[in-house]
């Protein structure tokens, strides 16, 4: 490698990351910069950026996080942070063990939604255990005029999951669905499913801080929640299709878990005196 700056672009299901190793945390990576590197016509493009950080070097790392483990620094594509990222945890995981910087099989990922343990398989799929999956109210959503009955899930990060029969290709996304700030004060990701039948969702997602994306893994734990909810369990699984694929998640007592794919696509050098310029 040259004297850029390194970075390695992957993704879970189409919901794509740039990862930015930074083990001492000494990268200025403002919201402007991600912005730049999440351009798809300026920069790299993706949906959000992952600073691979060691944990004691993030000064806003929730309290006790091991400060020597991996922390994945989430920023969403418009430069937000967001506390979780379902898709990300799993390229993150890839990229450690690619790079050498953990053993493949069992680690644990530091998020600001606190430690995720992570499986990461022989077969390049990743398992990542996602806490609890929260239903805490019930509201709505406006596409293009017409209300969806939705329910809001704390995975970590806020969802608002509207279960419908109209048929998810048809609607408009391309503008953020209408909701209730009272409900969701830090805005919210929005999922559409349908179900298709026992087990198996189909889904799209508007996400905070991004637009539509292709898959969100925190969504699809959200819409199999959710969907447990409205049949009156608490617990089960589902397959989860996405545009960009599909994925795995059971939800449990205290802890849901997602299985899906993750993969390393290119990796290279930033040029400097773009990164200084951004
Ligand atoms: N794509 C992610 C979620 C990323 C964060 C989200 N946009 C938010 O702001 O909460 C996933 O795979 O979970």
Request: net charge negative; proline share 5%.
């Given at each position: 490698?040259?004297?850029?700056?390194?970075?390695?672009?992957?993704?879970?299901?189409?919901?794509?990351?740039?990862?930015?190793?930074?083990?001492?945390?000494?990268?200025?990576?403002?919201?402007?910069?991600?912005?730049?590197?999440?351009?798809?016509?300026?920069?790299?493009?993706?949906?959000?950026?992952?600073?691979?950080?060691?944990?004691?070097?993030?000064?806003?790392?929730?309290?006790?996080?091991?400060?020597?483990?991996?922390?994945?620094?989430?920023?969403?594509?418009?430069?937000?942070?967001?506390?979780?990222?379902?898709?990300?945890?799993?390229?993150?995981?890839?990229?450690?063990?690619?790079?050498?910087?953990?053993?493949?099989?069992?680690?644990?990922?530091?998020?600001?939604?606190?430690?995720?343990?992570?499986?990461?398989?022989?077969?390049?799929?990743?398992?990542?255990?996602?806490?609890?999956?929260?239903?805490?109210?019930?509201s709505t959503a406006t596409v293009g005029g017409t209300e969806f009955?939705g329910?809001?899930?704390?995975?970590?990060?806020?969802?608002l999951?509207c279960?419908?029969?109209?048929?998810?290709?048809?609607?408009?996304?391309?503008v953020p669905p209408g909701h209730d700030?009272?409900?969701?004060?830090?805005?919210?990701?929005v999922?559409?499913?349908?179900?298709?039948?026992?087990?198996?969702?189909?889904?799209?997602?508007?996400?905070?801080?991004?637009?539509?994306?292709?898959?969100?893994?925190?969504?699809?734990?959200?819409?199999?929640?959710?969907?447990?909810?409205?049949?009156?369990?608490?617990?089960?699984?589902?397959?989860?299709?996405?545009?960009?694929?599909?994925?795995?998640?059971?939800?449990?007592?205290?802890?849901?878990?997602?299985?899906?794919?993750?993969?390393?696509?290119?990796?290279?050098?930033?040029?400097?005196?773009?990164?200084?310029?951004?």
């Amino acid at each position: 490698m040259g004297t850029g700056l390194e970075f390695v672009k992957g993704h879970g299901t189409q919901n794509d990351f740039v990862v930015l190793p930074d083990p001492d945390g000494v990268l200025d990576l403002t919201d402007t910069r991600v912005r730049a590197l999440c351009d798809r016509s300026r920069g790299l493009g993706a949906d959000g950026v992952l600073r691979a950080v060691r944990t004691g070097k993030v000064p806003d790392a929730p309290a006790g996080i091991d400060p020597d483990l991996w922390f994945m620094d989430y920023r969403n594509a418009d430069g937000s942070i967001a506390e979780m990222c379902g898709n990300g945890v799993r390229v993150f995981a890839r990229y450690l063990v690619d790079a050498g910087l953990a053993e493949p099989g069992e680690l644990v990922v530091g998020t600001r939604a606190g430690e995720r343990p992570v499986v990461a398989h022989a077969d390049g799929s990743v398992t990542v255990h996602m806490g609890p999956a929260t239903v805490f109210a019930r509201s709505t959503a406006t596409v293009g005029g017409t209300e969806f009955d939705g329910v809001a899930v704390d995975v970590g990060n806020p969802h608002l999951v509207c279960l419908t029969e109209t048929a998810v290709e048809r609607l408009d996304l391309s503008v953020p669905p209408g909701h209730d700030p009272v409900v969701f004060p830090h805005d919210v990701n929005v999922e559409f499913v349908n179900v298709l039948g026992e087990g198996s969702l189909r889904m799209r997602v508007h996400e905070r801080g991004v637009g539509e994306t292709r898959s969100c893994g925190t969504g699809t734990v959200a819409v199999t929640a959710a969907w447990l909810h409205l049949t009156g369990r608490d617990t089960g699984r589902a397959e989860v299709h996405v545009p960009g694929g599909q994925v795995t998640v059971v939800v449990g007592d205290r802890v849901s878990t997602l299985t899906g794919p993750a993969e390393l696509v290119a990796r290279g050098e930033l040029d400097l005196a773009w990164w200084a310029a951004a």
